[in-house]
Every structure is written in structure tokens, then in C-alpha cells.
């Protein structure tokens, strides 16, 4: 027994290193919301390869919208609404990821009744238009869902959350072998469909938080959430819907949006001068 804890030792070791890494550290902030740092287990997965994998499957997704004609046009009104939005907030996303200036963003509208939205690697902006129509959002209510949607982007949660089911279905014993050669900076490979990927409610609530302050800095009144988050509550008698199915629901989430009010609304108030 002790010959094989002897053995283990190093493993386990090296797992600790990677856990200690991969911990929220506060960061600093002279203003806005206090958030730690992404998970360094996002590293795990190549970032070039997950974005060009996102704009594969956006194009696939537009493809399909396109031939279904629910893709909306340029022209479209809703469309250039949700551009102007998107216009006003990506200016701000560099705060929360340095290489936010070098994506090739797009957003586009997809008539379809689901209550959805995405942001995926890179940049790439689908909003479907059963969110905006049957909650009748405002500008404010439309600039916080897109700011939650880029904020996972921008978080990279969709690269830790692959890091970690890869963890899970390989097992410890590869990680330490790829800590050991210090190599683990390129362990996985990215795979699977963004579309059909879950966050955890960890990232759903440092979505929330982000895009807060996204939003606010915009010059979108972060005030919105509470009343975005009331009309979904409304409209799926208490479960939250698709694109928010991993968050935590009614009173929680109104909760800890006005906890956050009070570091954000100097910044909307600051956009509106």
C-alpha cells in the first residue's frame, strides 16, 4: 500500500498544480464588477482550432436557416436592430479578453419561435426571433441578452467545459502524463457540437455578471436583466428556457442581478453623459 501511494504521489501533485492554476483569482478593478480569471483549464483546448471549428458550424447553421428562408435578410429591421446593439457593445469586450479585437464577429437573426441565443468562439452572434417577439424586448432586455451570450465567449467557457468533459472521459492518468512533459497546453484536440454544449451554472452566473457590465458600459440600462429575467420566468411558468436551462431560476437570478447593480450603474450613467 505504501509502495502504490508512493507512486501516486507525483500524480497527484501535478493534479494539484493544475487545480491551484485553474482557481478564480480576483482581479483588481478601479470600476465595474469584480470577477476572477477564466479557468486556465480552458489552455487544454486550442483556441484557433475551437474558433475555426465555431465558424464552421455557424456557417452550417446559417446554411440551414437560409434554405428553410428563416434566415433574416440585411435589410431586415430586427436585423439591423441587433447589429446596431452588438455595434455599441463589442467595443467593450477586450476588458475580459485581449484577443476579442481580432475575431470576426457577425450577427444574425433567425425567424424560428424558440426562445434562444448563442455567442459562439470567436464571435460568431445568432439571435432567434421568438426571443425578441414573444417577450417583447427592449433594446435594454435584447443589449442583456447578447452582452450574457458574448460574455461566455469572451470567458471561454465552451474551451473549459471541453476541457473538462475531456478530462472526465480520459482520466487522470493522461493529464499526468502530459503535465509531466510539460506539455498540457495542447492535450485535447476540439470536437463535438457548440450548439448542443452545456455551461455550468458557475458560467451562467459569470455570464450574467460580464455581460452586466457590458451592457451598462454600452450605455443599456443593466436594470433590464431584472425585467428580462421577470418576463422569461413569466413566459416558462417558472423554468427557465433553452438558452438559460442550466441557471438558476426566479428569485436567485433577480437576486444576484441587483446585487451587482450598484457596481454597474455608474458605468451606465458614465455611457449616457
Not at 459562439?120 to 426571433?129: D, E, H, W
Not at 512533459?181 to 452545456?198: E, I, M, R, V
Request: overall charge positive; hydrophobic content about 40%.
Amino acid at each position: 500500500m505504501f509502495n502504490s501511494l508512493h507512486k501516486v504521489t507525483p500524480l497527484f501533485g501535478a493534479l494539484l498544480t493544475v487545480c491551484c492554476l485553474a482557481m478564480p483569482v480576483g482581479l483588481a478593478q478601479a470600476e465595474g464588477v469584480s470577477v476572477g480569471k477564466a479557468s486556465v483549464l480552458r489552455n487544454l483546448v486550442p483556441a484557433q482550432q475551437l474558433e475555426q471549428q465555431a465558424a464552421v458550424q455557424y456557417a452550417e447553421v446559417l446554411q440551414k436557416a437560409a434554405a428553410d428562408h428563416t434566415l433574416g435578410a440585411d435589410n431586415d429591421s430586427q436585423v439591423r436592430r441587433l447589429r446596431a446593439i452588438a455595434t455599441r457593445i463589442i467595443p467593450f469586450s477586450n476588458k475580459f479578453n485581449g484577443n476579442a479585437s481580432q475575431w470576426k464577429w457577425e450577427v444574425n437573426l433567425i425567424h424560428d419561435a424558440q426562445l434562444n441565443a448563442f455567442c459562439m468562439p470567436g464571435g460568431k452572434i445568432a439571435v432567434y426571433s421568438g426571443l425578441v417577439e414573444t417577450l417583447k424586448l427592449s433594446d435594454d432586455e435584447i443589449a442583456i441578452v447578447m452582452a450574457h451570450e458574448i460574455a461566455h465567449a469572451l470567458r471561454e467557457h465552451a474551451r473549459a467545459r471541453m476541457a473538462k468533459s475531456e478530462l472526465t472521459q480520459f482520466g487522470i492518468s493522461i493529464l499526468s502524463q502530459k503535465i509531466g512533459g510539460g506539455q498540457y497546453g495542447s492535450l485535447f484536440q476540439a470536437g463535438g457540437s457548440l450548439l448542443t454544449l452545456k455551461f455550468s451554472r458557475g458560467d451562467e452566473t459569470d455570464a450574467d455578471i460580464v455581460g452586466l457590465e457590458l451592457a451598462a458600459r454600452a450605455g443599456y440600462d443593466p436594470r433590464a436583466g431584472v425585467s428580462l429575467w421577470q418576463k422569461m420566468t413569466a413566459n416558462n411558468k417558472g423554468a427557465p428556457p433553452q438558452w438559460l436551462s442550466t441557471h438558476p431560476s426566479g428569485q436567485n437570478r433577480v437576486q444576484e442581478i441587483q446585487r451587482h447593480l450598484p457596481e454597474v450603474m455608474p458605468l451606465y450613467e458614465k455611457a449616457r453623459k
